[in-house]
């Protein structure tokens, strides 16, 4: 897969498609968005993430892409390079560090939380029959109380992890993608239609999409727009490394459009999965991190045990292949920089993540550091605010300003070889909506 540069690069405009929807897709859709979207009050929360999704994650997304095609390098690389062609600082080599430590901290607790799934196919082996609300809960709360349990399941996710990226990114990651995210796909539709019949599809739609903005705080805003940047897997460093291994001849718009929709559906088709469940149990939407492990096991009682095994098994895919992009950024930068077989820089790097997710695991479990808190947050939501609340969505705003202001007009149409009128609409994104949008987020909260 090495490219005339000696970088790598994608063998085809498939596999890349494949591995940029298999970083995008994963926990975020599945795990994050519907207990975000529940605890942010449903509907008004669900249709700022969207619009944020299509009106800014994607001309970002299309903007970082287009940075790391153009680059051919680590992010850190990649913009260094970019603002020196440019005639601008080395300064905004910045927006390429903070895009490898951002993707660092969510590597360290995006695999704690993987590691929930894997165990959770154990779990499925006993199978879930008579799981109630009570039994589900219970269930989930042993677990990550558990001192031991979790950090082993941790461990083993990012072993997985490892062992792919060990490998460079292609070898591993086609395989898993080609047909294990399509059938994840097939299985949640299967889920949705599913938990529509058996159990309240109409009050799990009514809370999804009939917005009451009295809900909305600007703190939730803020929190639906980390969402759109994370389940995009934008301003980490991620789609600007995958960005890296992309020909000249692929049509960056359009993959973007591909990843945003595919991505948006599978939240959707997640929302619509567990909150018919949500309802007809009469569950707490805003229950936070253990909203699918305790209701969707409450449908697979009821089910053959092979269907959560493969559920939860898909969801290990899926996880598995975002945290590959969580890792890339910052071994194709150690790599880049020092020359040293990637198999030990990703094993370096993610020993490093597990001793820092490892603190995030303990930090839910009463008996461990289940007491630490800082402002008041446990310690992966303090990984996950700052990340996604604060690094991601500031991250997308330098994108767009860089590209939008201090990139030359004629080489960003270059490098993105838009129709004209469609370049007009996005760079009108990138230079004015994006930047505004984002900072009145965070202006609106200050003051
Ligand atoms: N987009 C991934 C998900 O939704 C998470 C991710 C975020 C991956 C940022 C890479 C970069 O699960």
Not at 119 to 148: M, Q, R
Request: charge should be neutral; include cysteine.
């Amino acid at each position: 897969m090495a490219g005339a540069t000696g970088h790598q690069q994608w063998s085809s405009r498939w596999t890349f498609m494949l591995a940029a929807v298999g970083s995008a897709v994963g926990l975020g859709n599945i795990w994050k968005f519907p207990y975000e979207a529940g605890e942010g009050g449903g509907g008004a929360f669900v249709l700022v993430y969207l619009a944020f999704v299509f009106a800014i994650g994607l001309p970002c997304l299309i903007a970082e892409l287009s940075l790391g095609r153009r680059g051919q390098l680590s992010p850190i690389g990649s913009m260094s390079k970019i603002a020196e062609e440019e005639g601008r600082s080395k300064l905004w080599s910045l927006l390429g560090w903070s895009g490898v430590l951002g993707g660092f901290i969510v590597l360290s607790f995006y695999s704690v939380v993987g590691g929930w799934v894997l165990y959770y196919i154990v779990e499925a082996f006993t199978g879930f029959e008579g799981y109630d609300a009570a039994k589900s809960g219970a269930t989930f709360t042993a677990f990550i109380t558990d001192p031991t349990k979790p950090i082993i399941a941790h461990a083993a996710f990012l072993f997985i992890t490892l062992g792919i990226v060990a490998r460079g990114v292609q070898g591993g990651l086609e395989k898993a993608v080609t047909f294990l995210m399509p059938a994840l796909f097939v299985l949640l539709l299967g889920l949705m239609i599913y938990s529509g019949i058996t159990a309240d599809f109409g009050a799990a739609v009514n809370f999804l999409f009939s917005p009451d903005f009295s809900k909305l705080t600007g703190d939730k805003v803020l929190q639906a727009l980390g969402l759109s940047f994370f389940s995009l897997s934008l301003a980490l460093g991620s789609i600007m490394t995958y960005g890296s291994y992309l020909t000249k001849d692929i049509n960056i718009t359009r993959s973007a459009f591909t990843i945003a929709t595919a991505d948006s559906a599978v939240a959707l088709m997640a929302g619509l999965a567990i909150f018919p469940i949500v309802f007809a149990y009469d569950l707490n939407p805003g229950q936070s991190v253990g909203l699918v492990f305790t209701t969707l096991p409450i449908a697979f009682g009821q089910m053959p045990s092979i269907v959560a095994i493969l559920f939860f098994f898909l969801l290990t895919v899926a996880a598995v292949t975002s945290a590959i992009s969580l890792l890339e950024p910052a071994v194709a930068y150690v790599e880049e920089r020092t020359g040293i077989d990637r198999k030990k820089v990703a094993i370096i790097i993610g020993l490093a993540a597990f001793v820092l997710g490892t603190l995030s695991a303990w930090g839910q479990s009463g008996n461990m550091l289940g007491d630490v808190k800082l402002f008041g947050l446990d310690i992966m939501s303090v990984k996950d605010y700052l990340t996604n609340n604060i690094m991601m969505p500031l991250g997308g705003m330098f994108i767009a300003i860089f590209v939008g202001w201090f990139a030359s007009r004629k080489n960003m149409m270059e490098e993105l070889a838009m129709e004209d009128s469609t370049f007009k609409i996005w760079y009108f994104l990138v230079r004015f909506v994006c930047p505004v949008a984002i900072g009145a987020v965070f202006v609106s909260l200050i003051i």
